[in-house]
T-cell receptor, first 116, second 115 residues
Framework: DTGVSQDPRHKITKRGQNVTFRCDPI?????LYWYRQTLGQGPEFLTY????????KSRLLSDRFSAERPKGSFSTLEIQRTEQGDSAMYLC??????????????FGSGTRLTVV | DQQVKQNSPSLSVQEGRISILNCDYT??????FLWYKKYPAEGPTFLIS?????DKNEDGRFTVFLNKSAKHLSLHIVPSQPGDSAVYFC??????????????FGSGTQLTVLP
């Protein structure tokens, strides 16, 4: 198992364009999380899935953001009509059930988005 | 409204000495506290956690202390090694407004261990 994989590692896009990121969690983990980290801050929760069901979304997740996990395996995070304020590191993490909140999620290396 | 605060953005210590990283929280509903370490260009890596019913948890060179009355926790690293140089995030979890749990992170402390 190679851990949590995220693709791409870096993305530069023009304002107004749509972008999509992919996350492949650890195979036996049924929970998948998306976090966003801006410079000088800690990661902020965006949304999480248990299997294919999206169970919670942060108010940070505006209607321009959508996340899916169609078969309970990989997940995608799409940002439509990107804005400069969307520039951040987007982190994916996975865990087995609720153990992550007690014993730590496994994070991927993140996708760094730069909106110009 | 920062529920988890790390007031020291940076800390430098000499190799072999003790590193003490501090964290304060405001939400009394948090019931687990975690520390993550992050190297540049990598995602955060889980280090150690503590339940709110305990006041100390130890794992090798890493010890986390929890003072519930003060809503304060600290991470002690003894002895500090140059490879410990990284950003350390404090995080907390508890029942959120929904049915799920999530981690609330502090803003991090950059630890530099000088050889």
């Amino acid at each position: 198992d190679t851990g949590v994989s995220q693709d791409p590692r870096h993305k530069i896009t023009k304002r107004g364009q749509n972008v999509t990121f992919r996350c492949d969690p650890i195979s036996e983990h049924n929970r998948l999380y998306w976090y966003r980290q801006t410079l000088g801050q800690g990661p902020e929760f965006l949304t999480y899935f248990q299997n294919e069901a999206q169970l919670e979304k942060s108010r940070l997740l505006s209607d321009r953001f959508s996340a899916e996990r169609p078969k309970g395996s990989f997940s995608t995070l799409e940002i439509q009509r990107t804005e400069q304020g969307d520039s951040a590191m987007y982190l994916c993490a996975s865990s087995f059930r609720a153990s992550g909140e007690r014993f730590g999620y496994t994070f991927g290396s993140g996708t760094r988005l730069t909106v110009v | 409204d920062q529920q988890v605060k790390q007031n020291s953005p940076s800390l430098s210590v000499q190799e072999g000495r003790i590193s003490i990283l501090n964290c304060d929280y405001t939400n009394s509903m948090f019931d687990y506290f975690l520390w993550y370490k992050k190297y540049p260009a990598e995602g955060p890596t889980f280090l150690i956690s503590i339940s709110s019913i305990k006041d100390k948890n130890e794992d090798g060179r890493f010890t986390v202390f929890l003072n519930k009355s003060a809503k304060h926790l600290s991470l002690h690293i003894v002895p500090s090694q140059p490879g410990d140089s990284a950003v350390y995030f404090c995080a907390a979890s508890g029942v959120s407004s929904g049915s799920a749990r999530q981690l609330t992170f502090g803003s991090g402390t950059q630890l530099t261990v000088l050889p």
